[in-house]
């Protein structure tokens, strides 16, 4: 189970309450971060891993969107 994910935040992030789909996305966000990471290569030709963020905000924004859209029994 992923930590700190609950039913009661589901029920309360399904509902609407921003902060709770907040924390939720804030708990899925070291996988999102790592989905949206690619090596980018510097002026000199250094490597370094870098973050999509455009990628990033479309998968949170895609999130949130689930969690809206989600039934709870």
Do not use: C
Not at 13 to 21: F, T
Not at 47 to 64: A, P, R, S
């Amino acid at each position: 189970m992923t930590k700190g994910l609950n039913y009661e935040l589901i029920k309360k992030a399904v509902s609407g309450d921003e902060v709770a789909i907040n924390k939720i996305v804030k708990i899925y966000e070291p996988y999102i971060n790592t989905l949206v990471s690619t090596k980018l290569y510097d002026a000199d030709g250094n490597e370094f891993i870098g973050i999509d963020v455009d990628l990033q905000e479309y998968l949170k924004t895609k999130l949130i969107e689930i969690i809206l859209k989600y039934k709870v029994a």
